[in-house]
């Protein structure tokens, strides 16, 4: 009778232990899902947050960069050309903190899409590093600065000699009309030498930069065949003034050569039409991507949130 008694209460009190159970169990699979959907969660928002700081970082670097090819000096430049090569590091900081993230989800698609974004910022890494070395050498405005500086002196110092010898009193007798066409025709040529400094340092190719070489020599040529000239015609005192004028000549010629070696370089040009043109387009490329992924994410963490 008490057997009979215990197998009742055991068979009565086993769906009641079986359903407590079942309950435990659907509970412990309901905080094991809401754990793993939080963990998805959470690693969803500190993805878009790496990938907000490299978005940012990478504008940073573009504009930075931008700055850098602009400036007028090699203290502006070189500091801008740091603060880009800085945000640039910032890039590849944040890159790395991602990539384990991407990694432990084992998502084709992020993999991919970092994969682009990998391509794309190698590839203008190293455009960046071509733009910013010529930047911060700024031949173009070094030769803008000696042309307005130690070239206008010389041509000016040129022009006040040759001035000084269209006296009548400096010249042999009969001699005048001959030493005031020799002088204004060594200053004219002095004077077209200075105008030719502009357009060549603004040319852009080695082509136009040669045809205004030419038109340089040929007025060098006029030049010296001038003071040449002046040389055989004058006589006494004007011969002081004569040799000043040859050695303001000399001093223009290498200033001349200066620029026109500053120049060839053309490191502004070159930088400033890279850094508008494929570096720019990059720039917008990488962006692109990484806005298409921090799409992605936004999808993931919608879906585990549901």
Not at 56 to 73: F, G, Q
Not at 135 to 147: D, K, R, S, Y
Not at 184 to 204: M, N, R, S
Not at 280 to 306: H, M, Y
Request: hydrophobic letters at 40%; one cysteine or more.
């Amino acid at each position: 009778m008490s057997e009979n008694r215990d197998r009742m209460k055991v068979s009565t009190a086993l769906p009641w232990f079986l359903c407590v159970l079942l309950v435990f169990a659907l509970l412990f699979l309901l905080v094991e899902q809401r754990g793993g959907q939080v963990a998805v969660y959470e690693a969803t928002v500190r993805e878009n947050e790496i990938l907000s700081t490299m978005r940012l970082n990478l504008l940073r670097a573009a504009e930075a960069e931008k700055s850098a090819v602009l400036a007028v000096t090699d203290e502006q430049s070189q500091r801008f050309a740091d603060q880009a090569r800085i945000a640039a590091l910032q890039v590849d900081k944040a890159r790395r903190e991602l990539d384990p993230l991407i990694a432990r989800d084992n998502s084709q698609r992020e993999t991919s899409r970092m994969g682009e974004f990998y391509r794309c910022w190698t590839e203008s890494k190293k455009l960046d590093r071509l733009i910013l070395d010529l930047a911060v050498q700024n031949t173009n405005f070094h030769a803008t600065n000696l042309a307005l500086t130690k070239g206008a002196r010389a041509l000016s110092d040129l022009e006040r000699n040759l001035t000084g010898l269209i006296d009548p009193n400096n010249a042999p007798e009969g001699g005048n009309v001959r030493v005031v066409r020799l002088a204004y025709q060594a200053i004219v040529a002095g004077l077209k030498i200075h105008d030719l400094y502009t357009p060549h340092i603004e040319a852009e190719t080695g082509e136009q930069m040669d045809k205004i070489e030419k038109e340089i020599k040929a007025n060098q040529e006029v030049l010296t065949n001038s003071l040449n000239g002046l040389g055989r015609s004058i006589q006494g005192g004007g011969m002081d003034a004569v040799k000043k004028a040859r050695a303001d000549y000399s001093e223009l010629a290498r200033i001349t050569q200066e620029i026109v070696d500053l120049s060839r370089k053309n490191t502004n040009i070159k930088s400033l039409k890279l850094s508008l043109g494929k570096k720019r387009l990059l720039t917008a490329q990488c962006d692109e991507i990484l806005s298409g992924f921090q799409e992605l994410i936004r999808r993931k963490g919608s879906k585990a949130t549901r």
